[in-house]
């Protein structure tokens, strides 16, 4: 990875959404890792507060570096704990989302889930 600097500014955030219901996604596990190359490292794994959100940023202050990382939300296991019935194999089990932080400031990734479909965006 080309930039590996500490950078006391930055910092990673995430919620995440149930679309199917309109609510926040409360209990969901989420898994981080920094990439380098072909490597990936885990850093931590927290699950969502009742608001769908961590209850602290991913990655804030000195544990902020710039470069390449993934999210892996436990979607399936989220919504089969919903109660929401879902095909073996489901369609949306594990949802990884890939992504390059540049710059020291505030990334914000989301995830809005439903059993057929998530989409994500780069938020504020």
């Given at each position: 990875?080309?930039?590996?600097?500490?950078?006391?500014?930055?910092?990673?955030?995430?919620?995440?959404?149930?679309?199917?219901?309109?609510?926040?996604?409360?209990?969901?596990?989420?898994?981080?890792?920094?990439?380098?190359?072909?490597?990936?490292?885990?850093?931590?794994?927290?699950?969502?507060?009742?608001?769908?959100?961590?209850?602290?940023?991913?990655?804030?202050?000195?544990?902020?570096?710039?470069?390449?990382?993934?999210?892996?939300f436990a979607a399936g296991d989220y919504l089969r704990r919903q109660g929401t019935?879902?095909?073996?194999?489901?369609?949306?089990?594990?949802?990884?989302?890939?992504?390059?932080?540049?710059?020291?400031?505030?990334?914000?990734?989301?995830?809005?889930?439903?059993?057929?479909?998530?989409?994500?965006?780069?938020?504020?």
């Amino acid at each position: 990875m080309a930039e590996t600097s500490k950078a006391d500014g930055g910092r990673l955030t995430t919620h995440v959404l149930d679309t199917a219901t309109g609510k926040p996604a409360a209990g969901l596990s989420i898994e981080l890792y920094r990439v380098d190359g072909t490597a990936r490292t885990h850093l931590k794994t927290v699950a969502t507060n009742a608001d769908g959100r961590c209850d602290a940023p991913l990655l804030a202050g000195a544990d902020f570096r710039t470069g390449e990382y993934e999210l892996v939300f436990a979607a399936g296991d989220y919504l089969r704990r919903q109660g929401t019935k879902l095909p073996e194999p489901a369609f949306l089990d594990i949802v990884p989302i890939r992504f390059g932080m540049a710059e020291p400031v505030h990334y914000h990734v989301p995830l809005l889930v439903s059993p057929y479909g998530y989409s994500t965006y780069r938020g504020s």
